[in-house]
């Protein structure tokens, strides 16, 4: 457990941050096997801006989408990879994403969710499961994706 959320709610030149809002119910499923969120991960996360202020405002809004917002970062040559071939289909890229076999939707890879921010304490939490990946069975999904 960090303190000092600012840490880790803004973008940076190596990694591109996104935040997505939830309930506490959804918190272990997300740290376990990735966020769900469909081709396009800006439907359920929020990319944060690279200053620090602006970020802050980012992570203030939205206050009603739960207590609990999970932290996942790409590495930008990774993420911009992703864009570069579909602007609206970065997690159906294999590298940053799978097929979940049971939600049945483009998840993003559980390595890339780093941690979570209690949004009524402001402290920040690592992702505590060290040796994250896809859901078995996400394989036989393989050949729908890039």
């Given at each position: 457990?960090?303190?000092?959320?600012?840490?880790h709610v803004?973008?940076?030149?190596?990694?591109?941050?996104?935040?997505?809002?939830?309930?506490?119910?959804?918190?272990?499923?997300?740290?376990?096997?990735?966020?769900?969120?469909?081709?396009?991960?800006?439907?359920?996360?929020?990319?944060?801006?690279r200053?620090?202020?602006?970020?802050?405002?980012?992570?203030?809004?939205?206050?009603?989408?739960?207590?609990?917002?999970?932290?996942?970062?790409?590495?930008?040559?990774?993420?911009?990879?992703?864009?570069?071939?579909?602007?609206?289909?970065?997690?159906?890229?294999?590298?940053?994403?799978?097929?979940?076999?049971?939600?049945?939707?483009?998840?993003?890879?559980?390595?890339?969710?780093?941690?979570?921010?209690?949004?009524?304490?402001?402290?920040?939490?690592?992702?505590?499961?060290?040796?994250?990946?896809?859901?078995?069975?996400?394989?036989?999904?393989?050949?729908?994706?890039?």
């Amino acid at each position: 457990m960090e303190k000092d959320y600012l840490k880790h709610v803004a973008s940076t030149e190596a990694e591109e941050v996104f935040l997505h809002r939830c309930f506490p119910s959804s918190l272990d499923g997300i740290l376990r096997e990735g966020l769900t969120s469909g081709a396009d991960l800006s439907s359920t996360a929020t990319l944060q801006p690279r200053k620090l202020e602006d970020a802050d405002v980012v992570y203030k809004n939205y206050r009603d989408h739960g207590p609990v917002v999970i932290v996942i970062a790409f590495p930008v040559e990774l993420w911009a990879e992703a864009r570069g071939k579909s602007r609206r289909n970065e997690i159906g890229n294999r590298k940053l994403g799978y097929f979940h076999p049971k939600r049945r939707n483009f998840t993003v890879q559980p390595k890339f969710v780093k941690g979570w921010i209690d949004r009524e304490t402001d402290e920040y939490h690592e992702n505590p499961y060290p040796d994250r990946k896809p859901v078995a069975g996400h394989e036989e999904f393989e050949s729908s994706m890039d």
